[in-house]
């Protein structure tokens, strides 16, 4: 099946060109960056590796992903989400996909272990939010998880199942409780992750962003499970 690899981006100048050229050194792939907002080069500097760039001015995670989206070409069998910070290393992509193409999942979680010479994968505060979410949403759908990590693969024909339509940081937890209810076949894979290669991060540079995102992130698992929304996918 023909992948393709969408990164939502803000004011990523410094990360995204070698990041894309990591990519590309996996293979052929449509690289699809959604711009979201950038006051810096960072649409100047995908379009020049080759990737295609779509605009979405309104800042939200959820609302670049859905941008990129809509630029998905029709061949496209499996979509990838990743961060275009360097964080998620491209080289582990064959891991991520694996299961996919052997026909033994739907989606696969990449999740984020400390890489080499780390004593962490995350920042305390967002190490244990991630924690805390986590463990909410096994709580509430009886499903395994153990990260909400940006790095997964989906196979197009689900990820149009699900509806997905957060505009911001809520975006991965609704991704994983619409395949609770849709009946996914999810698997988490571990995958050691990376700091990002320049800045701050836009949720856990700040223990503000990281108590905001986890609030919404706590409100998007809730919301599916007590109040059943329109968009809710059903098994």
């Known amino acids: 099946m023909r992948v393709a690899i969408l990164l939502p ?15 590309a050194a996996q293979g052929p792939a449509q690289i699809i960056v959604a711009d979201n907002g950038s006051t810096d080069r960072t649409a100047e500097r995908a379009a020049a ?89 096994r709580l509430l759908y009886r499903v395994p998880c153990s990260d909400l990590g940006p790095f997964r693969a989906i196979r197009r024909d689900a990820l149009d199942r699900l509806r997905m339509c957060h505009p911001d940081f809520g975006w991965t937890a609704e991704m994983q409780v619409k395949a609770a209810l849709a009946g996914l076949r999810t698997r988490e894979i571990p995958i050691p992750h990376r700091p990002r290669r320049a800045g701050k991060s836009k949720v856990s540079g700040t223990f503000r962003g990281t108590v905001l995102a986890g609030s919404k992130i706590l409100w998007t698992i809730a919301r599916y499970r007590f109040f059943s929304p329109a968009d809710a996918p059903r098994n």
């Open 9 to 23: 981006a803000r004011n990523e100048e410094e990360a995204i060109g070698p990041t894309l050229a990591e990519i």
């Open 49 to 137: 590796r080759g990737a295609t760039v779509v605009r979405e001015p309104r800042a939200g995670y959820g609302r670049a992903c859905l941008a990129a989206m809509r630029a998905l070409d029709p061949s496209i069998g499996i979509v990838v989400f990743m961060d275009a910070d360097g964080s998620d290393d491209p080289a582990y992509l064959p891991r991520l996909l694996e299961p996919i193409l052997e026909q033994q999942a739907d989606f696969v979680i990449g999740v984020r272990l400390a890489a080499a010479g780390d004593s962490r994968s995350l920042p305390l505060h967002q190490e244990w939010g991630n924690r805390v979410c986590t463990a909410f949403l």
